[in-house]
């Protein structure tokens, strides 16, 4: 089929007016002027997107598709810092309480809202002892019927004791081998942090993930709390002891990165290790605002998440773009072209998916038609700006992964949406204690 907008985003760096796509076999065929494409190929659909741009699907680094269903939740126990947030809230009233069912409908209802603000890809950690064993393969079922790309993994800890840390472990070590060679499914290993594992349960953890080509994940230094943990316990910062332990490489993804020595950050840099950022949890726990400006000028491959609390990577976005600037008391920071890099080609690398996050001939066709009727001329130079600071998920028209429309004119393709947030509120409300 050949898609003719008014603008065609090809990267965070490149726009382009009045040219057309052309998608053949789930990838991006040939971009050109729209009669000449049609001319080549005659009798091919053509997709009208005037009033629209065509951008990369976002990729959202980080979700917990659970996490919907603590939205809005009456906390019994208010928490006063980031260990607190774990300890008196998040988990006793939110993980520790979880089975499958609730998180299937939370993962049904996650994947349509991704799909219609125009996430095509997303990696989800689970975090719920109650819903072992299977639980990924629940998660992924609802992926598969919406149709999105998804890599999932299962927060492996020893917090709750030895059979909930062995049974974590093999929950992410089967459904990585089960996934072997699926193009929208797929496993990844994820621990929780360094207080919550020892290392020789991370360095197992990262050995099967290893021993099977595949990535490994951890929440690191969300407040200044695990820091502090390590440095008392361990002897010295996070990153230093996952180096020592040969863990920080371009196989680990790193998490938050919020409160990080400036020896962290060399350590991160120097390792090729990645990097999720998640501007808007980040605030949420009382975490701070992470030092991505720095990382990103060191040359780290950042993503960004949504942390499973606000899943519209438009907010997020912003969030990135504000909080840098803020922070550093500098508005050159962290520019908008930027933020949409990590939005779409940096999450992809950071996710390890190559040939995603751009449309250029022979890349994956992951892409969102977003309606760009601003009031203000757009300009190539200019238009990630609009983007990024004048969009949101509800200007997003219609969505592909892999050259199949998931969202037409609003209306996600697969889910009965309606149906869907009525058994999430049932679901959630069971989680309450209601
Ligand atoms: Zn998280």
Request: glycine residues 8%; charged residues 20%.
């Amino acid at each position: 089929m050949i898609i003719c907008p008014d603008w065609l985003v090809t990267s965070a760096e490149h726009a382009e007016a009045s040219v057309a796509i052309r998608i053949d076999n789930g990838a991006v065929s040939a971009i050109a002027p729209a009669s000449e494409l049609i001319a080549t190929f005659p009798g091919e659909e053509v997709i009208d997107a005037s009033g629209c741009a065509v951008l990369p699907g976002f990729v959202n680094t980080h979700v917990h598709l659970y996490g919907t269903l603590a939205h809005g939740i009456v906390v019994q126990t208010p928490p006063i810092g980031f260990e607190s947030f774990l300890d008196d809230y998040w988990w006793p009233q939110v993980e520790d309480r979880l089975d499958q069912q609730m998180i299937a409908a939370a993962s049904e209802w996650v994947c349509a809202e991704m799909l219609r603000t125009g996430t095509t890809t997303f990696f989800d950690i689970c975090e719920a002892p109650g819903a072992l064993s299977g639980v990924l393969e629940t998660e992924a079922e609802q992926c598969r019927r919406a149709g999105l790309r998804g890599i999932f993994s299962f927060e492996a800890t020893e917090r709750a004791g030895a059979e909930i840390a062995e049974l974590s472990l093999r929950e992410n070590i089967d459904f990585i081998d089960q996934h072997q060679g699926d193009d929208l499914i797929s496993g990844a290993m994820s621990w929780h942090t360094v207080f919550t594992c020892s290392s020789s349960f991370i360095e197992r953890a990262a050995a099967e993930a290893r021993s099977r080509n595949t990535w490994f994940h951890a929440h690191c230094n969300e407040g200044t709390h695990e820091g502090n943990w390590a440095r008392e316990h361990l002897g010295c910062d996070t990153m230093a002891f996952y180096r020592d332990l040969g863990v920080t490489s371009s196989s680990f993804l790193a998490s938050q990165c919020v409160q990080m020595t400036s020896g962290e950050l060399d350590i991160i840099a120097n390792s090729d290790t990645r990097v999720s950022h998640m501007p808007l949890s980040n605030c949420e726990v009382g975490g701070g605002i992470a030092p991505i400006s720095e990382l990103l000028s060191k040359g780290v491959t950042v993503g960004l998440g949504t942390d499973g609390y606000v899943n519209d990577m438009f907010e997020v976005m912003r969030g990135a773009f504000w909080l840098q600037k803020a922070r550093l008391l500098d508005p050159s920071s962290t520019p908008a072209h930027q933020v949409l890099q990590m939005a779409t080609e940096g999450g992809a690398q950071a996710l390890g998916l190559k040939n995603l996050g751009r449309l250029e001939p022979d890349w994956i066709a992951d892409l969102q038609i977003v309606e760009i009727d601003v009031p203000t001329p757009i300009d190539p130079s200019t238009i990630a700006d609009q983007l990024v600071l004048w969009r949101s998920g509800h200007h997003v028209r219609d969505v592909m992964v892999a050259g199949e429309w998931r969202v037409r004119n609003k209306e996600v393709l697969g889910i009965d949406v309606e149906r869907s947030t009525a058994r999430v509120r049932e679901e959630a409300s069971r989680l309450w204690g209601r």
